[in-house]
Nanobody, 123 residues
Framework: VQLQASGGGLVQAGGSLRLSCTVS????????MAWYRQAPGKERDLIAS???????FYADSVKGRFTISTNSAKNTMWLQMNTLEPEDTGIYYC??????????????????WGQGTLVTVSS
């Protein structure tokens, strides 16, 4: 399984960008699809996620400005980012969490990551 993120770039504050993430390979059970952001000098943080049930999560810092979405095949996801702020600068990583059953019949989880795409918002 491979994830390929794209769409990053340089944008002025107040502008918009749309990130894409293409998932190659088969993931039988997807528990969640998400976008993380790593700002300069900081840890990687969850900013938006989507569950197959349709539920979504957004970090307070992006709520109302960012929208996560996927296609029906769950092999592409997007992050629409509007009203960008300099604080949104960072490397954006897409993530897919696989749910699988181990030999004992217990559920386990495995994460797949894209390579990251850089978003720079100038003031």
């Amino acid at each position: 399984v491979q994830l390929q993120a794209s769409g990053g770039g340089l944008v002025q504050a107040g502008g918009s960008l749309r990130l894409s993430c293409t998932v190659s390979g088969s993931i039988p059970i997807i528990d969640a699809m998400a976008w993380y952001r790593q700002a300069p000098g900081k840890e990687r943080d969850l900013i938006a996620s989507f569950a197959p049930s349709g539920s979504t999560f957004y970090a307070d810092s992006v709520k109302g400005r960012f929208t996560i979405s996927t296609n029906s095949a769950k092999n592409t996801m997007w992050l629409q980012m509007n009203t960008l702020e300099p604080e949104d600068t960072g490397i954006y990583y897409c993530n897919v969490e696989e749910k699988y059953s181990d030999y004992a019949g217990d559920w386990e989880f495995r994460d797949y990551w894209g390579q990251g795409t850089l978003v720079t918002v100038s003031s």
